[in-house]
């Protein structure tokens, strides 16, 4: 589900990245920082965002770089699933976010689901780790691995958080405009046939 200019900005884009971490001639690193504009001004072109917010974002990291990763948590009640409305774009998803660093994955979903829709939750299992290059998800400057989590409530309630304006369970059939940079609808089909099939052995991409 990726497009060639994405891949080739990301790919230039890690190795200018990787080049201005570990070289030391001032010729180098003047080579990979023009590296590092040429992939930012293809993400620009094709994105149409600013040049300079696309600049700030690959300004931002630094060393070696690796896929992010993004965890999203599955909670069912009554046959349907936990989902909040971000505020960034107004619509739906999975509780989650980035795995921050110092947390394990287990700690790091029990946190976004409490801050995003006010429940606590225990842990269940892994259900899928996913490649987002695979999957249908809107061009975006980095390269994600997604995990999603089975999780069962225990407590709490219904709550907005800083980054959530809703909370609400859906169903299979009646799903809401999703943030599909978050989550794709395929991937929420996938997770009700894990409801459906306890047994099913987790996938990865």
């Not at 989902?83 to 739906?92: P, S």
């Not at 795995?99 to 429940?119: A, H, M, V, Y």
Request: charged share 25%.
């Amino acid at each position: 589900m990726s497009h060639q200019w994405l891949d080739w900005a990301k790919r230039i884009q890690a190795l200018s990245q990787a080049g201005l971490k570990f070289s030391k001639d001032v010729y180098d690193i003047e080579r990979f920082e023009e590296l590092r504009n040429i992939s930012a001004e293809i993400m620009a072109l094709h994105t149409g965002l600013e040049m300079e917010k696309v600049k700030n974002l690959f300004a931002n990291e630094t060393g070696y770089q690796t896929p992010k990763v993004d965890i999203r948590g599955a909670v069912f009640k009554d046959e349907k699933i936990l989902m909040v409305r971000e505020n960034y774009d107004d619509r739906w998803s999975l509780p989650g976010g980035f795995c921050d660093i110092g947390l394990s994955p287990t700690e790091n979903i029990i946190k976004e689901i409490k801050e995003e829709s006010g429940f606590d939750v225990n842990v269940k299992r892994l259900l899928a780790l996913l490649d987002s290059n695979y999957h249908p998800h809107p061009p975006q400057p980095y390269h994600y691995y997604k995990l999603f989590i089975h999780c069962e409530i225990i407590g709490g309630e219904a709550s907005i958080g800083v980054e959530t304006n809703d909370v609400q369970f859906f169903s299979e059939q009646y799903l809401p405009k999703l943030s599909t940079n978050r989550n794709t609808e395929s991937q929420i089909k996938m997770l009700f046939e894990f409801m459906r099939n306890p047994n099913k052995e987790p996938l990865l991409d």
